[in-house]
């Protein structure tokens, strides 16, 4: 194990030790922004809205998760008749504000839950001028009697947010309750062409934190209550969107970010150590060369130039008896009538070939005989035939 490895592994060690550590004494935040968001479930998230929304409007809800604008330009054929529309604390462009009053003005009920709609717009609906107040608490309540007992206390982070101005023929359908201030309107109704639009400045009643509170949920219903039984347009683009960058999914995970940064740290380290370092020149190494071929060539020609045939039927018979032996497991004591039908048995060459081959095998091993050129050619090519 080389030096710079083991830099490598203690680095990396006690870079996981840290990363352990603080995963061990980290401590849990609750995020309180108010996002508003259908897909969060913190505190001011709008999870559990999204949730119960079918059931609040008996099943006759449609999420829409583009613009308004978009949506009505796209569907100029298929948007008539009386829908009720909702917006969530979205910001509209004042393209997508003007195509929803001119469905209010075609008998639409609009619901608008917020605080953010541009100045034209608020004026041509019949209010303008919101005002923020500094309590810590405060409460929701209905002007109407029959919801009197209904109200909904906000012990955390209220916006405070009402109308300082109503124009005349706004009915005003609740009040933001203060300990130290005069009552402020936040719920109103104004008729406008053939239908209504609803504008409440208090979002903060359909988050998760105060839907978890049962007491609450009849104050919701009661706000919805003022839409007809018709089909209900909830857009929701701008409470949906998220951010389509590739490592959204990963920062979003405390593990998995974790694990990025380590990635990334490692990656440096890397590029470190290893800034000044050069690749050694490699050297060729050329492969030994076979001269096996070579070998047999010279022994070839050895023997050509001796003449010796005879020797050379003896190498060559000794050579086939024993790969006889080895691999065909037959006996080769005594090359009789025996051995030549075992022989021709396992090997299936007729009985003439091998009785051939038997004689010149013979004439090989005994040292008196005389052998000439030929015999030594014959045998050779008998006893390859044997074995192919």
Do not use: C
């Not at 037959?330 to 007729?350: E, M, P, R, V, Y």
């Amino acid at each position: 194990m080389n030096k710079t490895f083991k830099i490598y592994g203690v680095v990396f060690i006690v870079s996981m030790v840290i990363v352990a550590l603080f995963e061990v004494n980290k401590k849990e935040v609750v995020d309180w922004r108010k996002n508003f968001d259908v897909n969060k479930k913190s505190p001011f998230g709008l999870f559990i809205f999204n949730k119960e929304s079918k059931d609040l409007f008996k099943g006759n809800i449609k999420k829409i998760d583009v613009s308004p604008y978009n949506y009505y330009s796209e569907n100029k054929n298929k948007n008539t008749g009386k829908k009720n529309i909702l917006v969530i604390e979205s910001k509209l462009d004042a393209e997508s504000w003007y195509k929803i009053l001119d469905q209010a003005k075609s008998g639409s009920n609009v619901m608008i839950i917020g605080s953010d709609i541009p100045k034209k717009i608020s004026d041509s609906i019949g209010f303008y001028n919101s005002h923020n107040s500094f309590e810590d608490k405060n409460s929701l309540q209905f002007t109407d009697y029959k919801f009197l007992n209904d109200s909904i206390n906000l012990d955390k982070f209220p916006s405070g947010v009402g109308f300082t101005y109503i124009k005349p023929k706004v009915e005003v359908l609740g009040k933001t309750v203060e300990k130290d201030n005069d009552d402020q309107a936040n719920f109103i109704k104004v008729s406008f062409g053939k239908g209504n639009i609803f504008v409440h400045s208090e979002p903060l009643f359909l988050t998760n934190y105060y839907l978890l509170k049962p007491q609450n949920l009849k104050y919701t219903q009661n706000v919805f209550s003022y839409l007809d039984d018709s089909e209900t347009l909830w857009f929701t683009e701008a409470n949906t969107q998220e951010s389509r960058w590739a490592l959204r999914f990963w920062l979003s995970h405390p593990p998995l970010k974790y694990a990025w940064w380590v990635l990334l740290g490692g990656l440096v380290l890397f590029i470190v150590f290893n800034a000044k370092r050069k690749q050694r020149i490699v050297p060729i190494i050329e492969p030994l060369k076979n001269t096996s071929a070579d070998f047999v060539k010279s022994i070839g020609n050895l023997y050509l130039q001796e003449g010796d045939f005879h020797d050379m039927m003896a190498k060559k018979a000794q050579y086939f008896l024993n790969k006889i032996r080895i691999d065909l497991l037959i006996d080769t004591k005594s090359l009789d009538a025996d051995f030549a039908k075992k022989l021709h048995l396992k090997t299936g060459k007729s009985l003439e070939i091998i009785e051939e081959a038997i004689v010149l095998i013979k004439k090989g091993q005994d040292p008196y005989a005389s052998v000439v050129k030929e015999d030594l050619s014959r045998m050779n090519r008998l006893l390859d035939d044997i074995f192919k």
